[in-house]
């Protein structure tokens, strides 16, 4: 196969995925297609129901691979419809996650028999919400030694990222007219208050993964500007490179007696298997990773940058694609030639 038919194949491939919505809850028509095209590039194709029609997609080349290479069908709302130009393909996961799949799907085609009978492919879905494809896939019937996962990482190899926390903060007061704010007891001020103990809180950073961010994503209070306000909330985010057990230490003493707090997600930061000769680094956002517990040592790889993601002008490079296929290849090639890996714990 030639650069240029090789490139032009996964460019034509990528603008296929793109053009199927696959917004998450919805990766059915996604998950059709891929059974059917891994099929006829000879792979053998597992569905594994997840929710209703939603499955994850196995394709193997041999029973019993040594490396899966791993990304997720669904994307964030709302679907665009895919364009290109000389350098770009644009469209909703362009870049978050299908031109990933696709490099995935050409570089496994690239491999020699012998590499390809110890690989296979794991497209999952729900990576963007709950990540339930990554949970219900420990149940698969395959142990490889290696996952490498794929997301936007401009095509170097993760040294790890941090993990996630989300919560809501539920201050509560007592409703007077705003004539007599003597009579009332605001909600609003006491949310405040704990926001502000939050930013002023130190939560530390990771020697590797730097720094922990705090976020205040959305605040909500009362009802009118002439009424004392009953209640007031606010959703919030933190990423870390610490444990989640600290971080939410700190939380719940920055609202103690002035409001409720209402964890919602946790997932903690990993710190991933990384191969000498490729370029690395740290990422600040979350993946599937702490949710594949049954897949042996995980690493992370993938065209694209992040900030080019969940955009209205979410985009990809075609040159990244073509050099991520080839990443690809090359290390499946360096983690088949390491002696068999220990078990992640």
């Not at 095209?37 to 041999?62: D, W």
């Not at 991933?272 to 690493?299: M, N």
Request: with cysteine; hydrophobic share 45%; glycine share 10%.
């Amino acid at each position: 196969m030639s650069n240029l038919t090789s490139a032009t194949d996964l460019v034509d491939l990528a603008r296929a995925l793109v053009a199927i919505p696959s917004v998450t809850g919805e990766e059915a028509a996604l998950a059709d297609f891929l059974k059917d095209h891994l099929s006829g590039l000879g792979l053998r194709v597992e569905e594994q129901a997840v929710v209703g029609r939603r499955r994850n997609i196995l394709a193997l080349g041999g029973p019993s691979p040594r490396v899966l290479l791993c990304t997720h069908q669904d994307t964030v709302p709302p679907f665009i419809p895919p364009s290109e130009d000389e350098d770009y393909l644009y469209g909703r996961g362009s870049c978050d996650a299908k031109g990933i799949m696709a490099a995935m799907i050409q570089a496994v085609r690239a491999l020699s028999d012998a590499e390809r009978s110890a690989c296979g492919l794991l497209f999952l879905v729900g990576e963007e919400t709950d990540s339930a494809g990554a949970e219900k896939a420990n149940s698969l019937p395959v142990r490889p030694e290696f996952i490498v996962v794929g997301e936007p990482t401009e095509n170097k190899l993760g040294l790890g990222h941090l993990g996630f926390i989300a919560f809501r903060i539920t201050a509560r007061g007592k409703k007077a007219h705003s004539g007599y704010p003597h009579l009332g007891e605001s909600a609003v001020l006491k949310l405040l208050e704990v926001l502000r103990a939050l930013e002023e809180t130190d939560f530390g950073r990771d020697p590797l993964l730097g720094p922990t961010l705090l976020n205040i994503g959305r605040l909500e209070g009362g009802v009118a500007a002439n009424v004392v306000p009953d209640l007031a909330w606010a959703d919030i985010s933190i990423r870390s490179g610490l444990g989640s057990r600290d971080i939410l230490d700190k939380v719940r003493r920055a609202a103690a007696g002035r409001a409720e707090v209402e964890f919602q997600v946790a997932s903690e930061a990993q710190k991933l298997h990384t191969v000498p000769g490729f370029e690395t680094v740290v990422l600040s956002y979350g993946t599937d990773i702490p949710h594949l517990k049954a897949f042996g040592r995980p690493l992370l790889l993938g065209p694209g940058t992040i900030l080019e993601a969940h955009i209205d002008r979410e985009r990809i490079s075609k040159r990244a694609m073509a050099e991520a296929a080839d990443l690809y290849r090359k290390l499946i090639a360096r983690l088949l030639a390491e002696p068999g890996a220990a078990r992640r714990p």
